[in-house]
Each structure stands twice: as structure tokens, then as C-alpha cells.
């Protein structure tokens, strides 16, 4: 006879009804440990990180690539094409572009200092001294809102004409150092009073080396050409 410990205080067994008990006990204990974990687990090992895998596929028919070196952006031509990839991210390495077309002359002047025919401005008149500047030369501004940008070798008639309108020209006035114009004396006009006295027959002679391009959006280019000036001072 055994003595097992029970809830319900000491009892006496038999050898055959303890080994049942203490199955039942062992089967409930593994079967709680199972429950909470008790086995031990192993961390998964970590994943290996795959290998780059090689390819030979040749790369798309037309697509642009580019090959840089140490100092230029170099275009590979377009499979099947002939003509060069833009080269886009030139500004983004800090290089200037690989190719200008020399034939646009007009693009290699700045617009401030460019004449209506694309090529540097020239000086006006430095006696009488004119400009919107006061430099001799025709050129312009956002605050120069009569646009004074064609030179025009003045004459009576436009004199006449223009102190009609309300711009005397030819009075003096010491008081903005302003000697007055006569016949004959270059002057930077304002594009809009000139083209208004080309249509009234008044209009003085155009210097076209130095009048400003910006005349052009007041007046065509073939009246200017017209009514150029073939006297040299």
C-alpha cells in the first residue's frame, strides 16, 4: 500500500491505481508544457543574401546610353539611328552642353547688347550723349517705358513732327542736361513716336548696327531696313 497526497487530503492506494494516478499526472503535465513552451526552439538562421546573377541579354533595341569620363558627357548614337542622345543631365554634372550651333550668331550676344540684325549694339552718339543709360548706346530696360531703342540720325522734319506732339527735342534744357537736337544729330528715339513718323512721312534715318532689337516689337524689321541710314559719322 502507497500513501499519495490528493487535494482532498492523504489516501490510501493500491500499487495498481497509483500508476494510473501518476500517468494521469505525467500526461497532464507534458501536455501543459507543450501548451506554454516548455520545449526549447532554435532562432531560424538568417537568410543568405542571393548573388547578383550575370546576364548577357544585350540591351533595348534604341534606347540611349551615355558614357561618362572624368571631364565630358559623351552621347552614344541610338541603335539604328544616327542622330545623338540629348544630353539632359549635362547641367546636372556641372558641364556645359557638348555642342552649339555655330550659325546662330544671334545667340552668342547678350540680348541687352544686341541690334536688330543679331549683332553686338553699337554706340549711337556720344555728342550730343544719348541712351536711356546716357552711355551712347541705344539700349533698354523694364522701367524705360517709351522703349528708346532706335537710333536715328535726326531731321527737320521729324523735329517739326515730334514738337507738334507734345516732345520738343530741339528747345535745350540745361536743367536735365539736354542740349537740344539739330539736323543731322543722333539720337536714341523711342520706337512707338518713330514708327508713328514713318507713317506720317516724317521719320528720320535709321542707324540699324545701333538700335536695340527690342524696336522689333514695335516695328517690323523690313520698314527699319528701308529707311536705313547710309551716312556714316
Not at 544585350?58 to 552621347?75: C, F, T
Not at 549683332?119 to 550730343?128: F, R, V
Not at 513732327?161 to 542740349?179: A, Q
Amino acid at each position: 500500500m502507497a500513501i499519495l497526497f490528493s487535494p482532498y487530503g492523504s489516501v490510501l492506494h493500491p500499487p495498481s491505481m497509483r500508476l494510473t494516478i501518476l500517468s494521469m499526472w505525467f500526461l497532464s503535465l507534458l501536455a501543459l508544457c507543450v501548451a506554454v513552451g516548455c520545449s526549447p526552439t532554435k532562432a531560424a538562421p538568417p537568410a543568405l543574401a542571393s548573388p547578383p546573377v550575370e546576364t548577357d541579354k544585350a540591351p533595348i533595341q534604341g534606347e540611349s546610353n551615355r558614357r561618362i569620363d572624368e571631364s565630358v558627357v559623351v552621347p552614344v548614337t541610338n541603335a539604328g539611328g544616327g542622330s545623338a542622345a540629348t544630353q539632359d543631365g549635362g547641367s546636372c554634372l556641372g558641364l556645359p552642353p557638348l555642342k552649339t550651333d555655330p550659325s546662330n550668331a544671334r545667340s552668342a550676344v547678350p540680348p541687352e547688347r544686341r541690334n536688330i540684325e543679331g549683332n553686338t549694339l553699337q554706340t549711337c552718339s556720344l555728342s550730343p550723349l544719348t541712351g536711356w543709360f546716357r552711355d551712347g548706346l541705344c539700349r533698354t530696360d523694364d522701367r524705360d517705358r517709351g522703349i528708346h531703342v532706335v537710333c536715328a540720325s535726326v531731321n527737320e522734319a521729324f523735329l517739326t513732327f515730334t514738337k507738334e506732339r507734345g516732345n520738343d527735342l530741339s528747345t535745350p534744357k540745361p536743367k536735365y542736361g539736354f542740349p537740344g537736337l539739330k539736323p543731322g544729330d543722333r539720337w536714341c528715339l523711342c520706337a512707338a513716336r518713330w514708327y508713328e513718323a514713318q507713317r506720317a512721312g516724317k521719320a528720320p534715318s535709321v542707324v540699324l548696327d545701333a538700335t536695340h532689337e527690342k524696336a522689333l516689337t514695335v516695328v517690323p524689321l523690313d520698314i527699319l531696313r528701308k529707311n536705313r541710314s547710309v551716312n556714316k559719322k
